[in-house]
């Protein structure tokens, strides 16, 4: 089965720098991928997603990923920081061996300093 | 307004009560989901439903039961056999099984 890791827990950035968050998958067969981020208390939004065309996405409120097959991986990046990006981050892969159901990293925390 | 609605968003219950969570969608989507969030775990499935009148197990699905009667509503009942019900409680849903999910805003359940 499918499986997702997120380096990193938490990660920390001061206001202005250059976010970068983790995250690799299992599969040699290239999934469906995707980025959601969730603010206290709330639902999760989706940030962006991959689906086989492009392999640099752009997503909402400045961020992008990039899908590199070779390295299994799609890492979360943001050129400059915001204290409104403070929130917890999940990348999610569908699985095509498992009826594409959605699996979830186990976050990434992100906090940022003024 | 289309979106997902969950009520209500904070929930008290005594050990040994069933408590049933609510889960409407007005966005005409044939899939709908339930999660279950636990600190520095993730998502975790308990429910799925492709269409109605249908519904799947996810991977914890013990001590859980739902019900699809209408499209727009996948209600989650929180038996009193679910051994830690506490948690925060995420219902989805999705166009079809193979799209992107869209969350409510989930409803934060605590059993004492």
């Known amino acids: 089965a499918q499986s997702v890791t997120q380096l990193g827990s938490h990660v920390s950035v001061s206001e202005g720098a250059l976010v970068l968050l983790r995250c690799n998958y299992s599969s040699s067969v290239p999934p469906y991928l995707f980025w959601y981020v969730q603010y206290p208390n709330q639902g999760l939004q989706l940030l962006l997603k991959?689906?086989?065309?492009?392999?640099l996405v752009k997503g909402i409120n400045g961020f992008e990923a990039e899908f590199k097959k070779s390295e299994t991986s799609f890492h979360l990046t943001k050129p400059s920081a915001h204290m409104s990006d403070a929130a917890e981050y999940f990348c999610v892969v569908s699985d095509p061996g498992n009826n594409n159901d959605m699996r979830f990293g186990a976050g990434t925390r992100l906090t940022v300093k003024p | 307004d289309g979106g997902i609605t969950q009520s209500p968003k904070y929930l008290f219950r005594k050990e040994g009560q069933n408590v049933t969570l609510s889960c409407e969608q007005n966005l005409n989507h044939d899939a709908m989901y339930w999660y279950r969030q636990d600190p520095g775990q993730g998502l975790r499935l308990i429910y799925y439903?492709?269409?109605?009148?249908?519904?799947q197990k996810g991977d914890i699905a013990e001590g859980y039961s739902v019900s699809r009667e209408k499209k727009e509503s996948f209600p989650l009942t929180v038996t009193s056999a679910q051994k830690n019900p506490t948690a925060f409680y995420l219902c989805?849903?999705?166009?079809?099984?193979?799209?992107?999910?869209?969350f409510g805003p989930g409803t934060r359940l605590t059993v004492t």
């Open positions: 991959y689906t086989s065309a492009a392999t």
């Open positions: 989805a849903s999705s166009p079809t099984r193979y799209y992107e999910q869209y």
């Open positions: 439903s492709q269409i109605v009148n249908d519904f």
